[in-house]
């Protein structure tokens, strides 16, 4: 009966398009994430969550997600009625990551992976996530993922710093290979992004390690976890690559309530590739 109802819910809700200005096609897409909580496994209840936003995601990252990635994209296949695919190279769970399904109309996946980050992590391993997409009527090129950082008291940012190296070392790999690709990542990481580490990675330094610079682009002006407090959730891009269309959180989720089982609430990010120099 649930099945039933939502396959009913979404029918006709659209995706996001490319839209055409001037004879330039311009590719517009939609990023959403969110922390679905390690212990949750109703995968047709979280697919109807997501896919009840409109416009539907092209891009979806999923942290603590504990189901099997076929499970999961099955549903959000079923739900959105076209076909959701999950990342390439994620054949088994490495650690807590931001595990990503995409739309396979508008997306071609060209290769992506998952690692475990060589750290003292806290409450479980930490993964870190990519993937090399192909926009299917543009050709432009997106380089997604993303990780879900340790949770420490007082913060722990020198921790934080190498799972973060270890998800950046991928995504830097995919940059020399694909060297037109541009960033946008996303993940749960576990704290405000005005901390010390976070401002520096705004910056490009990692600690001893030297990359991209970042912009937030889900700009959300909520609270992401259920118990309150400023957004610990994010999706980042690097720094002048996108213009954000919208942002911020869908307006799912009571602040001290689950939200499907889930404890913290989804956010989303609407891009367009910006201008190229070249």
């Known amino acids: 009966m649930i099945r039933a109802a939502l396959l009913m819910l979404m029918m006709g809700t659209g995706a996001t398009q490319n839209t055409t200005e001037n004879t ?5 897409f939609k990023l959403l994430e969110w922390n679905v ?19 539907q995601p092209d891009i979806i990252g999923l942290c603590e997600l504990t189901t099997t990635m076929e499970e ?15 990342q390439p190279g994620r054949d088994a769970w490495q650690g807590y990551g931001t595990d990503i399904f995409y739309d396979t109309t508008r997306w071609e996946a060209l290769e992506g992976g998952v690692a475990q980050a060589p750290c003292s992590s806290w409450g479980g391993p930490r993964a870190g996530n ?4 192909r926009e299917r009527f543009t050709s432009e090129l997106l380089i997604t993922g993303g990780t879900h950082l340790s949770a420490c008291n007082g913060g722990c940012p020198e ?37 010390p580490m976070l401002a520096g ?12 610079l970042l912009e937030d682009v889900s700009l959300t002006d909520r609270n992401t976890h259920m118990n309150g407090g ?16 919208d942002h911020g959180s869908t307006g799912q989720g009571v602040t001290g309530h689950r939200l499907n089982g889930a404890d913290h609430f989804p956010i989303f990010s609407i891009l367009t590739f910006a201008a190229s120099d070249q």
């Open 24 to 28: 330039t096609s311009v590719t517009t």
């Open 37 to 55: 909580y390690w212990q949750n496994r109703d995968v047709w209840g979280l697919a109807g969550l997501i896919m009840v936003n409109d416009p």
């Open 72 to 86: 999961m994209a099955t549903a959000l296949s079923g739900v959105a009625q076209r076909e959701y695919a999950a």
């Open 130 to 133: 990519w993937v090399v997409l």
């Open 159 to 195: 921790l934080n710093q190498c799972e973060l190296r270890n998800v950046y070392s991928h995504f830097d790999a995919m940059k020399a290979k694909y060297p037109t690709a541009r960033v946008a990542w996303m993940g749960d990481l576990n704290q405000v992004k005005t901390t």
């Open 201 to 212: 990675a705004f910056e490009g330094d990692l600690g001893n390690y030297y990359t991209f």
């Open 230 to 245: 400023a957004p610990i959730d994010f999706i980042f891009a690097e720094r002048g690559s996108f213009v954000v269309k």
